[in-house]
């Protein structure tokens, strides 16, 4: 049995503190926004979130390649485990931005290309984890789930490009800004600040679940095959 | 002539060569597709019988009078093409799971990129034939005229792009337990772009809206087939490993 890493002991506090320092910078650090008041804070872990999810669905197409071209176990351990962690945060990223929209566009929900994007995102990963759940022999199910990570990664920018010809309502908070987006703002240097404490953050924190979920994996792995040596 | 030329001249003709015989080992997939289905017809029936259902569930479910048809029979279009499509989809790859041709296929000394385009190119012909069945139909139906040059282009772009990607998720949902049902759930989320390109792009067209706002659509549906042409090229070899 392996003894858990020192190092991930490690990432574990630091992903704590770091988690709790941008919570605190949040709610008491960053100023409070001058028209959308509150409620404006939902978007340094919205957007964070957002970031994860991408990150992780980004990692599961590079294990996707990397599972393909090395046929090795251990990437499609990452991928599946990328897919899970990525599947979550996008759904955090879709919650928070709902709570911030109710107050200031006047509804939980609108076909905006981002949220539309978004959903998306959501339903290939579902049919990601669905098509795995249909294929017993490991082999080909890491197969498959490696071409299916590929594919739909490379579907979501097109996706949301062709959403994107439709007119736009979601604020562009970084890079330009364009106008008649409702709920824009410019960050101010304490906002920015938070921001990317935030994002820190929250990439500690899939780094940190991430290596547990592998590790999980791994160890699934080990029992199923013990299992199979004291059948035999 | 110089040896190194008469080398070159060698490569470029076994090059040729090359071309030729994967030209023919992918023909011979899709001839096999058509004869089958020239004997049988149980493929291009079925689609087309589904194919007439959507469009009549839709004139109830939508009461397509005059009005409501002018802004949506794109998208009733493209949404019986997609449903109709996916039928053939499953059930051309589930022949040849099911009798064992896909083995056979797979032992042939071909490249296996012979094989899927073979299989693209033959669901590619069953979806046009269902699409130049429906649109004659659909027109004497509600009595409008589809016959636009610039929709038979789009319908073209949209279904390479439909089969391409459709050709090898199908291919991997009859290796799965869940199988045909499987196919639509994997399909759908990763054609979105397919499907609101077309839907726009066939609505301009319909609607004489000048191209250089229908443009934008035309190049999203060529940049998506030639992505995932290119994809599907690079991972279909892993789909039907064993």
Known sequence: ?232 | MSEATAVREDARLTALEKLREYLRALWAVVWKDLAAELRSRELLTSMLVFALLVILIFNFALELDARTRATITSGVLWVTFAFAGTLGLNRSMAIEKDRGCLDGLLLAPVDRSAIYFGKTLGNLIFMLIIEAIVLPVYSVLYNTNLFNPGLVGVILLGSIGFVVVGTLLASMAVQTRTRDVLLPILLFPVIIPVMIAAVKASNGFLQGIEMDAIRPWLNLLIVYDVIFTAVAFMVFDYVVEE
Do not use: C
């Not at chain 1, 919205?46 to 294990?63: K, N, P, R, S, T």
């Not at chain 1, 176990?73 to 945060?89: K, N």
């Not at chain 1, 703002?185 to 592998?214: C, E, G, K, N, Y």
């Open chain 1, 1 to 232: 049995m392996d003894a858990k890493p020192k190092l991930l002991t490690a990432l574990d506090s630091i992903t704590v503190i770091l988690l709790a320092i941008a919570t605190l910078m949040v709610f008491f650090y960053a100023p409070m926004e001058a028209v959308m008041g509150q409620v404006q804070r939902v978007f340094y872990f919205h957007v964070a979130a957002g970031w994860v999810g991408m990150l992780g669905f980004l990692v599961a197409a590079i294990a996707g390649i990397a599972y393909l071209r090395s046929g090795n176990r251990r990437w499609d351990i990452v991928g599946l485990s990328a897919v899970e962690i990525g599947m979550v945060f996008a759904l955090i990223n879709i919650v928070t931005g709902s709570i911030w929209a109710r107050p200031i566009w006047n509804t939980w929900w609108t076909w905006d290309p981002r949220l539309t994007t978004a959903t998306i995102m959501e339903l290939i990963y579902a049919a990601y984890l669905l098509l795995r759940q249909g294929i017993e022999d490991p082999d080909r199910r890491a197969r498959f789930g490696a071409v299916y990570a590929i594919v739909g990664f490379l579907s979501v920018p097109l996706t949301f490009f062709s959403a994107r010809l439709f007119r736009t309502i979601h604020p562009v908070v970084i890079g330009t800004n364009q106008p008649g987006a409702t709920g824009d703002f410019d960050m101010t240097p304490l906002m920015l600040q938070t921001f990317m404490v935030s994002l820190l953050a929250f990439s500690f924190v899939f780094a940190d679940l991430l290596w547990h979920r592998i590790r999980l994996g791994r160890l699934a792995d080990r029992v199923e095959q013990l299992k199979l040596k004291t059948v035999e």
